[in-house]
């Protein structure tokens, strides 16, 4: 572990350093406002602790605190996490020449495989590169979160409304700047609008938590969707090759002509 560290220190450029740092510094406030709302909602002060050291996935852990603190059931909070995070089974089958081996180091990489751990590793084209960057913003990260939570933590026992400080706002907040970005691909915006209509509907009706997770019904939509289009997007961009390359031998053999006219 520590040759990984430290290799990883020496393939980081000072570009590089500078823009994980403030991605770190980013998240510690983001895991401050975490930490102040979840004990300013009544829940004990080990909690968030706990779940940024297991968990460790900001989604996951608003999304949990966020329903059970709204009175839902932590059965089905703990399931809801679950489905956020299934999207770290891709993302391990895009970033594991990253770990390195030996089960130690591969658990450890596994752990703090996270958006931005990823996104980092996955914009260096050097495998050397796509492991410093990935390991440096894991621990990195880690380390910020957790000690951000820890602060809010105790934070939040002085603070009894963190209303005055608009942290109320973290939750939503924090999980549309996650959906934000995906928003422009057309199937997940279907998938997101469905979502939000079926848990606005049911919500009057349903118990808190509940209604989460039938809004994970838009996802049927956007696949059944995506399979009514048809067709793969690349047989399009393969015949518009086709045509380019047409339309350059046409002028190829104009040219030619016009050549042999001009000699006679």
Request: charged share 20%.
């Amino acid at each position: 572990m520590r040759s990984i560290w430290r290799n990883s220190l020496s393939e980081l450029d000072r570009r590089l350093a500078r823009d994980i740092g403030l991605i770190c510094v980013a998240d510690g406030f983001v895991g401050l406002s975490f930490g102040a709302i979840t004990v300013s909602a009544g829940l004990p002060v080990w909690l968030p602790m706990l779940l940024s050291l297991v968990v460790f996935a900001g989604a996951a852990q608003f999304l949990f605190v966020g329903l059970v603190a709204s009175g839902g059931n932590p059965i089905a909070a703990v399931v809801a996490g679950l489905l956020v995070n299934a999207r770290h089974v891709p993302f391990g089958f895009a970033v594991g020449d990253v770990l390195g081996d030996g089960w130690l180091r591969r658990l450890v990489g596994s752990h703090l495989m996270i958006d931005e751990t990823v996104a980092f590793a996955l914009g260096q084209k050097e495998p050397e590169r796509r492991r410093a960057a990935y390991w440096t913003c894991g621990v990195g990260l880690f380390v910020c979160w957790n000690v951000g939570v820890l602060a809010g933590a105790f934070g939040g026992t002085v603070v009894t409304d963190t209303d005055a400080f608009g942290l109320d706002a973290a939750f939503p907040a924090v999980l549309l700047a996650l959906v934000l970005p995906s928003l422009k691909d057309r199937p997940t915006l279907r998938a997101v609008l469905v979502g939000v209509a079926i848990a606005l509907a049911t919500a009057p009706f349903l118990q808190a938590g509940l209604p989460v997770l039938l809004a994970l019904l838009g996802v049927l939509v956007s696949l059944r969707g995506g399979a009514r289009g048809g067709g793969d997007p690349s047989d399009e961009g393969d015949e518009d090759d086709q045509d380019d390359q047409d339309d350059e031998d046409d002028d190829a053999a104009g040219t030619a002509r016009t050549s042999k006219e001009t000699v006679r």
